[in-house]
Nanobody, 118 residues
Framework: QLQAYGGGLVQAGGSLRLSCAAS????????IGWFRQAPGKERVRVAAISWSGGSTYYAASVKGRFTISRDNAKNTVYLQMNSLKPEDTAVYYC?????????????WGQGTLVTVSS
């Protein structure tokens, strides 16, 4: 299971760090992705990290502002979000990726809401 947390309300230009904690699986063998879904929109991938942490992926919309990292000893993946914009408002989900950083998710965690006020 995956559980995302760390969301909240922040002003534009601010920062948040999301965490994705895993249990019950061989966490360190999975690539992990962060996705977000804004109201009325499709869920989209914003970042992903390989099982070793050696490779990362970022969507163009967040590149340079968001940083994904992981600590396999703590079974946790992080998403550091800086310079937040109102358009970053969404429910953020983490997911296990079995076939690579841009593959379809194999399993999902519960989401956490991020609201960025202007």
């Amino acid at each position: 299971q995956l559980q995302a947390y760390g969301g909240g309300l922040v002003q534009a230009g601010g920062s948040l760090r999301l965490s994705c904690a895993a249990s019950g699986r061989t966490f360190s063998s999975y690539d992990i992705g962060w996705f977000r879904q804004a109201p009325g929109k499709e869920r989209v991938r914003v970042a992903a990290i390989s099982w070793s942490g050696g490779s990362t992926y970022y969507a163009a919309s967040v590149k340079g502002r968001f940083t994904i990292s992981r600590d396999n000893a703590k079974n946790t993946v992080y998403l550091q979000m800086n310079s937040l914009k109102p358009e970053d408002t969404a429910v953020y989900y983490c997911a296990g990726l079995k076939l690579g950083l841009t593959s379809a998710p194999d399993f999902w965690g519960q989401g956490t809401l991020v609201t960025v006020s202007s």
